[in-house]
Structure formats: structure tokens, C-alpha cells
């Protein structure tokens, strides 16, 4: 049986790759009870400093907090799914707050909702604003939800990250050309994302092979000249140089060495056959320059 591919995890995951190094830092399944009920992403300002990376469309504006529910392209986001958001937040904002009767500011708390496919059902149940292209706010009470459509975002470096999980294919190879890793580990986190949607019968027209042929050139200049030429044979080395490539920085012993005795001598015989008439020898007459008689 095969096992199904964890979509929250890898979304937390790579969203984790993309916030290292930075003034934010993402906790996965967050447990908000007792009785264990998992918030799928938290982004939490760690430090103080400014973000050196462009967020994608929709999760530029990060406060303090910021609670993500996600949802991947089986799953559809209806009204249950903001209720426990706003539930989570409720939880959350307890326990990270000096007390009870001291909870932090509202303004430090962000709600967010990311998605694979537009929610057509619950934005006609609720309070719904357009912002730009696959960015959406709806109401719940007084809170806000910033709603995420990874495919309805426009083809731009930022948004490489969210089109990884649009599960459309054309936005997943640009997602994957463009998405700009800061760690080695997370390939294999697209590896995993890359195989799920193999299992799941889409055709992508960005293939493991292609993922693991870009791997290999991203990460070529980090390899000793030793680790790129592993598993070549010579032959393969050799490929693709000209003769004097190949020759230039060998001596002539060098050269003779790696000659059998009979290349040698044929060498040999071909050096003498184009050697010019030594001065002993004399320059031969050429035909009727010779002395005739009257």
C-alpha cells in the first residue's frame, strides 16, 4: 500500500526553508491542547530586523503571530476550516500572552487561509473582498482572514514557493525553476512533493529527472574537481576536448610514456623520414642542372 503524501508537512516544511536565515521562524503542527488539535503553520517573529527576501503575494504584511491554515489541492476550504483557524487563534493568543487578563495586542495576531483551489462555495457564505489577483479577505466577526489562492497568483519569483503546491502543472515547473532554496536538505523535500503528485496521477511536465539534472547543476560549484569527474571513465572525461586540450601540459617523456615499443618506433621512423638533408649530405642536384659539355 502506498503510503499518501503528508501536504501539510511539506508545506510547512518548505515554508520553513524559506524563513531561514530570517527575523521569522516556523512551527509545524502547532498542539494547542490537551486534547491534540494541530494548527497546520505558525510564523513567528523570533527577532528584531528587517525580512531580505520577498514574500509571496498575500503574506507580505506579517505581524508578530501569524497563523496559517492550509489546504492542498484535495481538500476544499469551507467555513468549518475558518472556524478552527479562528478557534486556534483564540487558544494561541492565550497561551502566548503574559496571562489571561493580559493578553498581547490583536495587531500582533495575522489569520491566514492558503489554498490550491479557489474556495467558490464559502466566498458566497461570508463577507468576501478581491484584493488582487489570488488574494482574498473575508469576515469572520471582527476578525479579518487573509485567504491565499496559490493558483490564481501571477508567475513572479515570490510566489514561486506557493505555486509549488498549485498541483497545475505549468505553475509547479515554474515554481520549481524559480523557487530559490537555502538549504540542500530541502531537496528532497521537493523530491517527496515532486513524487506525491506522480503518485496521485499527475502529469507534470517537470519530472524527477529534470529535479534531480538542476539539482546537479545548482549545486556543481560547491563539488572539488575530484567529486565532479567521480564515476567518469576516462573516455567520458576526454569527451568534448580537442587534441591539444588534451595534450597541452604534458612533457614529451610524459607523451613517449604511455606508447607501446612499436607506436614508438613507428614515432621513430616517421620523426626520421622528416628530418631535412643534414649539411654533410649536400643539397642533391636537381634534374639538368648538372655540367654538359659543348
Not at 216 to 235: A, F, I, V, Y
Amino acid at each position: 500500500m502506498e503510503r499518501l503524501t503528508d501536504w501539510h508537512r511539506l508545506f510547512g516544511l518548505i515554508l520553513t526553508d524559506f524563513f531561514a536565515g530570517s527575523p521569522f521562524v516556523v512551527e509545524l503542527e502547532k498542539d494547542l491542547s490537551l486534547k491534540k488539535q494541530l494548527l497546520d503553520v505558525v510564523i513567528l517573529r523570533k527577532e528584531a530586523g528587517a525580512l531580505d527576501r520577498l514574500l509571496p503575494d498575500g503574506l507580505d504584511d506579517l505581524a508578530a503571530h501569524n497563523l496559517i491554515t492550509f489546504k492542498s489541492h484535495q481538500e476544499a476550504l469551507d467555513d468549518w476550516a475558518l472556524k478552527e483557524l479562528t478557534g486556534h487563534y483564540v487558544n494561541y493568543r492565550k497561551q502566548v500572552s503574559p496571562s489571561l487578563g493580559q493578553l498581547l495586542p490583536e495587531e500582533e495576531f495575522r489569520l491566514f487561509a492558503v489554498c490550491a483551489r479557489f474556495p467558490h462555495n464559502l466566498a458566497g457564505q461570508v463577507p468576501w473582498q478581491e484584493l488582487r489577483p489570488g488574494v482574498h479577505e473575508c469576515r469572520r466577526g471582527t476578525d479579518i482572514i487573509r485567504v491565499v489562492v496559490s493558483r490564481q497568483l501571477p508567475q513572479n519569483d515570490p510566489n514561486a514557493l506557493l505555486h509549488l503546491f498549485s498541483a497545475v502543472p505549468e505553475l509547479v515547473a515554474y515554481g520549481r525553476s524559480h523557487f530559490k532554496q537555502r538549504s540542500a536538505d530541502t531537496s528532497t523535500l521537493l523530491s517527496q512533493l515532486f513524487e506525491g503528485y506522480r503518485r496521485e496521477g499527475l502529469d507534470m511536465p517537470y519530472t524527477m529527472e529534470d529535479f534531480r539534472r538542476d539539482f546537479t547543476k545548482e549545486h556543481l560549484k560547491d563539488l572539488t574537481p575530484e567529486e565532479r569527474l567521480e564515476g567518469l571513465s576516462p573516455e567520458e572525461i576526454l569527451r568534448g576536448l580537442s587534441l591539444e586540450e588534451v595534450l597541452k601540459g604534458l612533457s614529451s617523456e610524459e607523451l613517449v610514456a604511455g606508447l607501446s615499443s612499436e607506436q614508438r618506433a613507428d614515432l621513430l621512423k616517421r620523426l626520421k623520414s622528416d628530418e631535412p638533408p643534414t649539411a654533410a649530405e649536400g643539397k642533391r642536384p636537381s634534374p639538368g642542372s648538372g655540367n654538359t659539355r659543348d
